[in-house]
């Protein structure tokens, strides 16, 4: 059997009469990895802290790396890196200081590694400099550095790309991708659906507390809807006119300007082609969502839950 970095099963939690979490069960592969998505209060973060044991589940189980808190205590926590929310540090110290501190608390660590972890993270050339000068991003990779130190098997990162500009997604993204192909296990949360496609083998995306889907990217795909388009044109009446001739195509008026096409790809490129026929010239053209964000949407949004055509995968293993 493959070995789990994070097996909970059934996992539960209430805060009052707020279910935050509502038996979920997520499995985690070692060398994966492993995105849960889901919209702002779906109960990511609640999920995360409890791999961390800062909250007990009131159901369920949770094992991570083989360990769980009723019969290891805090040694669950062994070979466990990451943060939830924002990693903190001292901004009047510099970035090595902060790391060197941390170190110490943890009685050190091999010669090597920390320059070793500044190269992964790409903070070398900045940590001899004040914390309190340092981007959000650079804290953020600070942080993931901070947890290196610890040599952990997995690391678990809560929404590590939020706040960040467009560089630093694109850092943070390829720092995860970094870390994945060294071997180590990353479970992170995030909101963005872009950013899971892109570094993540698996996924849950969550709901309300529960899980909306379940598995890889590549089943995710096969369920997407089709793209939706925004086209204007120089007379949107007379090229409304010509989609009944496109009876595989919904064609309606855009909130504002335009109109909003929805279909597969080669009938909406056969449409264009009649309305440039027609002698309409073509104003814009350009996908409103990618057809992975509009299921994204489907399966998390109430008002458009019932538009997916097929229920939701039950929570549980696919591989
Ligand atoms: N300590 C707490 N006390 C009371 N309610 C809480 C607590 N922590 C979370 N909740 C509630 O539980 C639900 C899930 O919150 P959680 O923070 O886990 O969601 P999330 O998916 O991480 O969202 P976000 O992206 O906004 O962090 C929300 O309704 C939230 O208000």
Not at 255 to 274: E, H, I, K, N, R
Request: proline fraction near 5%.
């Amino acid at each position: 059997m493959e070995s789990l970095a994070v097996d909970a099963v059934g996992v539960t939690k209430n805060f009052g009469p707020v279910r935050a979490v509502d038996d979920i069960t997520v499995r985690v592969a070692e060398g994966e990895v492993y995105g849960v998505l889901g919209p702002n209060g779906a109960g990511k973060t609640t999920f995360l802290r409890m791999l961390f044991g800062l909250i007990r589940p009131d159901a369920g189980t949770i094992r991570v790396l083989g360990r769980t808190w009723d019969e290891d205590g805090v040694a669950v926590l062994d070979g466990v890196g990451g943060f939830i929310e924002s990693p903190r540090f001292y901004p009047y110290l510099t970035g090595r200081q902060n790391l060197e501190g941390l170190l110490l608390l943890d009685g050190g660590a091999p010669a090597g590694l920390l320059d070793e972890v500044l190269d992964l993270v790409e903070m070398s050339d900045r940590v001899d400099q004040k914390v309190g000068g340092y981007s959000y991003g650079m804290r953020q990779r600070l942080g993931v550095a901070a947890s290196l130190l610890r040599e952990p098997r997995l690391l678990v990162l809560d929404e590590p790309a939020n706040g960040l500009d467009p560089a630093g997604i694109r850092d943070m993204r390829a720092l995860v991708k970094r870390l994945a192909a060294s071997g180590l296990t990353v479970l992170l949360s995030s909101h963005d659906m872009d950013e899971v496609e892109e570094i993540c083998d698996n996924v849950t995306i969550m709901k309300r507390g529960t899980v909306a889907f379940h598995g890889t990217i590549a089943a995710l795909r096969t369920r997407a809807p089709d793209p939706g388009h925004l086209l204007a044109t120089t007379d949107d009446d007379r090229a409304l006119g010509l989609a009944r001739e496109h009876p595989g195509l919904r064609v309606v008026r855009g909130a504002a300007t335009g109109l909003v096409v929805t279909g597969p790809t080669p009938q909406v490129s056969a449409y264009v082609a009649a309305i440039v026929q027609a002698r309409i010239d073509l104003l814009a053209l350009s996908q409103t969502q990618t057809p992975l964000e509009a299921l994204f949407f489907m399966l998390t949004d109430d008002a458009h839950h019932q538009t997916l055509d097929r229920p939701a995968a039950p929570a549980g293993a696919v591989r």
